[in-house]
């Protein structure tokens, strides 16, 4: 039973890990019930992998919710028996584990589980299986990595709205692993920090981008530090630093292109695709949403009043991050270590950026640039009507009427 971790990483190889574990549930894994639920019908695999035992919830034990009632003497002394073949040397074979719907459960291996984590070994090889065939489209990127890397563990960083992101170590050095169906924040992020990197602007280092199937994988450094909603001046400061960028080798307005160019020839093209034309994607046909009560009148007007007073921007034209919250600013010992999240960088009014930072107790370093308050008007209504829109979409109605009074009050003012 001890020694087939081996065997399983060569079937992995081979393609052959279904019979693998046939072979192993059948024989010294001694669960042929197991075996046999397994082939009632067809199964999707994945694995070996290494994983966090953390986030597997055992099925078996002596505690009163577990579906396999252990007593605790016998569970114990399975236990101490195996941890002791661990201190000596052996190596165990793979967890069995079902995933269905985000949740890992343990179909064979409880014991072997609560040992490792006992002996303080939260990371361990695990083969997952489901019914759906999900597992290509939630860990393909398992697959991606390993290839690259080599058997490391990957834990889940961060589950964004439009991505998700991951993190391994390999060599004592850190990893971030972000996972996107959209290819442009790729190449977004490989000619911006490329650009940033010899500023004073701290940003990630950008290893290896690539695909996997339908999804786009980026493997980048991974930033240490933490979030803090004080610390404004430092904030601005790098928010600055950002707009003293040059942009005098580009061209064009709004989102990036492959090169670092914004995708439209004026400010004004940029917020007529941005606010009101039925794009692919996130927006595709959203005036849909006009019909199930989105504030049309409403939405309409500011739309004409952003597009009347557009003019007051197009000459301050900045690199701007446009999602400049205080979530996406690293600090570690009160310095900022890091900018992330450069999915929404543009070419745009850099007062864009500074309606995430406003804060009583920061003076506005732009205040005196010509045609300030209008400007700051603009870019408040651009911001809101976009937040308008996405909170209705997603049903977060209260958030719906802030947004929505906030509008009003601006428009008036």
Known sequence: MLNRLHEALEAKKNG?????????????GNNQGFSEGLKLCKRYWLGPVLMDLRKIKRCCGPEPEMAYYEPEENFNRRIDGIMKAIENGKEMPPL?????????????GNHRHEALLRLNQPYYYV???????????????YKWINERYGEVCVDVFDQGHMKKCYMFTKEHQKYLVSVSEKSHELFENKW??????????????????????LKNIEVTSFIEGCCRENNHEEKVEVMKKLHEVSCKKTYGYGFLDKQGNGIYETAEAFIEDFL??????????????????????????????????????????????????????????????????WDKVMYFDKLYDWLYLENPEVVSP????????????????IYL?????????????????????????????
Not at 278 to 307: A, M, P, V
Not at 327 to 332: A, C, N
Not at 366 to 381: D, G, Q, V
């Open 192 to 213: 911006l920090l490329e650009h940033l990197k010899n500023s004073d602007i701290p940003v990630k280092s950008v290893y290896q981008q690539g695909t996997y199937g």
């Open 276 to 341: 009101w034309c039925e794009t692919k994607g996130y927006w595709k046909d959203f005036h849909q949403l006009f019909q199930l009560g989105l504030d049309r009148n409403l939405y309409e007007k500011c739309y004409k009043s952003i597009l009347e007073n557009l003019s007051y921007s197009e000459p301050f034209r900045s690199l701007v991050h446009g999602d400049f919250h205080y979530k996406h600013i690293l600090f570690e010992n009160n310095r900022v270590t890091g900018i992330l999240d």
């Open 385 to 413: 009507l976009d937040a308008m829109r996405f909170y209705f979409k997603n049903h977060y109605m209260d958030a719906y009427e802030h947004a929505r009074n906030q509008l009003k009050h601006f428009l008036m003012s």
């Open 16 to 28: 052959t890990i279904e019979n693998w574990v046939h072979d192993f549930l059948n024989q010294d």
């Open 366 to 381: 732009y205040m005196h640039e010509p045609h300030y308050e209008k400007r700051l008007l603009n870019m408040r209504l």
């Open 96 to 108: 069995i584990v079902k995933y269905e719907k985000g949740a890992y459960e343990l179909n064979d």
């Open 127 to 141: 083969i997952l299986w489901d019914s759906d065939n999900d597992l290509e489209n939630s860990h393909g990127h």
